[in-house]
């Protein structure tokens, strides 16, 4: 089940000095879109906003789209309103290569058994090729999809990865490429599921010598062999196979070639394994807060202190046996075996990129593409902009994701500081905006740079200026 705290996100705002706040929440149980409007003061933060419509979610019948709270947090009004929902809809691509009948499934082939993280469900199927009657018998898959915007590339990219590395004995097996069963463009894919737990959650079993070998081993053949930095080593990414006791990467979310703009220079995957190796056995992880942490201050620590809770292998009981594997296997990386490019790997893989989304014949909110010309809209804006009421009155299909709730809401406990806003002399504000939505009328002008988004992607960055009368802030969605 869904942990109750990653229930809600937050993947938009309208933000005015003095206010009303817009907060743009998405509900993973129910994955469904609501916005959430109320004052400065009842809504400072998007936690704010998360935590107002954990309150009331289970008042909220199937078709509301939008809700405005109090300043105590008390429900003022909800809307059904079309014009009000703020979900998106987004372009699905197909796939440019022939697929076999064997490596696709359909969305309705698809049984859901439990639902485990954002945009991530444990499933089984219910076509021929499972034919054990019981669905407690069937095979379990985990399902992982995109539902808003700024996750489609990097679950393009994991597809496609898992799929050209399936076979590999410390990663987990690909499974099917999951289709609409509507106009058969791809929603995402499934993997073999893991049980047993994280080297993060599961804490029973004793570490193994043969568990951390095989994780170098990994990660030789990930930048050596396939020209791939990977970008996301850690314990809540493992697992170990019950069956063959093998360690198992579990994902490639954030994985890049090596060289290319999405790459994070400040820290390579080598270091990446020696802050997981430390905080798996001291479960210290204060020494990795952000990208730019230096391993070199771990690797100096004279001793490891191994948690109370954890526990080594007999046969090698002594944490310095673990140290002089890690620090014999760095130095032969960094030294005699490194490489800077995707393409000096041994067997480089390579994929083809996200295709970008479709141009939309006209604006739906004016008459005309003249009209929108002359409003200062882009007459013709990717589809990927459009809300899906907006996708619909021009009968464009949309991919219905909605589901029943499985949960009762966690209401988060309040967190109340000021917003990010940065001063001007004369008394305006900037408000960063990761992304771009639509201008909308009488909202001020932007300046633009480029600006590093999540793990070395390369974004436009845009900033608003605002006054008393308001401006609009875009998260990244």
Known sequence: MLSPEGRFGEYGALLFVEGPNVYYIVDWDQRRWYSVSGSYK????????????????????????????SDAGELVSVSTDPDDDVTLALHYAHLSEPLDATETRTRSQLVEVDR??????????????????????????????????QSQPFNWDELHILKAVSGHPSIVPFG???????????????????????????RSRPFQLAWLQQLTALVDD?????????????????AIDPVTNRLQLL???????????????????????????????????????????????????PHWPLHDSMTLESAHPEMATYRAHLTEWAHW????????????????????????????????????????????????????????????????????????????????????????????????WWLDMPSRLPRRE?????????EVGERGSRCKHYRRLVDGKGGLMDSVM
């Open 116 to 149: 485990v993280f954002p945009a991530t469900d444990l499933v089984s199927l219910i076509d021929g090729a499972d034919t054990r009657e019981s669905p407690s018998e069937r095979k379990v898959y985990v399902f992982k999809y995109a539902m808003v915007l």
């Open 442 to 450: 009488g909202s001020p002008p932007e300046e633009e740079e480029e």
């Open 176 to 202: 099917h490429i999951i289709l609409d069963e509507v106009d058969s463009t791809v929603l995402g894919f499934t993997t073999a599921y893991i049980p047993g737990g994280t080297l993060e959650e599961n």
């Open 222 to 238: 990930l930048n050596l062999r396939f020209g791939l930095q990977h970008q996301d080593i850690t314990a809540r990414n493992l």
């Open 333 to 428: 990386r960094r030294t005699t075996r490194h490489i800077a490019h995707h393409a000096d790997a041994t067997h480089p893989i390579s994929w083809p990129t996200h295709p970008p989304p479709p141009r939309a014949p006209s604006v739906v909110r004016y008459a005309s593409p003249a009209a929108a010309a002359a409003a200062g809209e882009d007459p013709a804006p990717p589809t990927a902009r459009q809300t899906r009421t907006e996708a619909r009155r021009i009968g464009r299909y949309v991919v219905p994701w909605e589901r029943p709730a499985q949960q009762r809401p966690c209401v988060p406990p309040p967190y109340l500081p000021e917003p990010g806003l940065s001063a001007r002399e004369d008394g305006r």
């Open 251 to 301: 994902g490639c979310r954030r994985a890049s070639k090596l060289g290319s703009p999405k790459c994070w220079p400040p820290r390579p995957d080598i270091d990446d394994v020696i802050f997981t190796v430390y905080e798996i056995l001291t479960r210290d992880e204060s020494s990795r807060a952000n990208d730019e942490d230096d391993v070199s201050a771990i690797e100096a620590l």
């Open 42 to 69: 009842a809504l400072r933060t998007a936690d704010d906003a998360i935590r107002d419509l954990a309150r009331h979610i289970d008042q909220l019948g199937p078709d509301v789209c939008a809700i405005t709270v």
